[in-house]
């Protein structure tokens, strides 16, 4: 199958290869959480929830209580992936992507600014046409956003992949479930600095320095984004007080 046609160099869904997908993001998207939001790129759509931060649940849970303990828990709906297979709840692929969005937002929340607290993050995959942990990321990034927990600095996440010997922007599930390697990037957008690097097979050096930085160029594109969302949000809670 050929992801990238030779004539247009378009791929199957009309992007160019260095092209991401649509963009579409809501805040306030859980009444009875303390924030969340709704990405979604493409056609995958996230839904996160945060509570917090709040009195630690299971003291022997907190190892340290000088600093926040960041809780999160990843899930896919039975009905987001079609008739493709699902598995269970708490299955080794969704305890590991919950670790790694922990890990991702650990990075950016001052936790020292919270202690003897807990901050709980729960991330719900709606529709997954690949990029699912970035979306993730991205989710939880508003979330925390809307949710006013301190951060030093939002998360992004972004896919890039290598196919038809060419590097892909964003990778649909088409072409994640082609076998190429692919690399998922999460960075602190101001401060250029990189929480997450994960890749799924080997590439030559100077290919995934390529790759790698397509990726960290939609996230950046991401958090441009994101802030923009942020800022309406502001304006819309101003106008509302105003009125």
Do not use: W
Request: one cysteine or more.
């Amino acid at each position: 199958m050929e992801y990238v046609n030779p004539l247009t160099g378009l791929r199957i869904d009309g992007r160019r290869p260095t092209e991401m997908r649509h963009l579409k993001a809501q805040i306030g998207v859980v009444s009875k959480a303390d924030g969340s939001a709704l990405f979604e790129m493409g056609n995958t759509r996230v839904i996160a929830a945060v509570y917090g931060p709040r009195e630690v649940q299971n003291k022997g849970q907190q190892m340290n209580n000088t600093e926040a303990l960041v809780r999160c828990e990843y899930s896919m709906a039975n009905f987001s992936t079609g008739d493709r297979a699902r598995k269970p709840k708490g299955d080794r692929r969704s305890t590991e992507i919950s670790l790694v969005i922990r890990q991702t937002m650990e990075a950016c929340i001052l936790t020292k600014l919270m202690p003897r607290s807990q901050i709980d993050i729960f991330v719900q995959v709606l529709q997954a046409d690949g990029g699912t942990r970035s979306a993730c990321i991205n989710a939880a990034t508003l979330a925390l956003a809307d949710a006013g927990i301190p951060m030093r600095d939002i998360v992004t996440s972004c896919s890039a992949g290598y196919l038809c010997t060419m590097p892909l922007l964003d990778l649909n599930y088409a072409e994640d479930s082609a076998g190429g390697p692919d690399v998922t990037v999460g960075i602190l957008a101001k401060m250029d600095k990189v929480t997450l690097l994960q890749m799924d097979a080997k590439l030559p050096l100077d290919t995934f320095e390529t790759v790698m930085q397509l990726a960290i160029e939609g996230c950046k594109a991401i958090a441009q984004y994101i802030r923009e969302i942020m800022l309406q949000n502001t304006k819309q809670l101003e106008c509302r007080r105003g009125s």
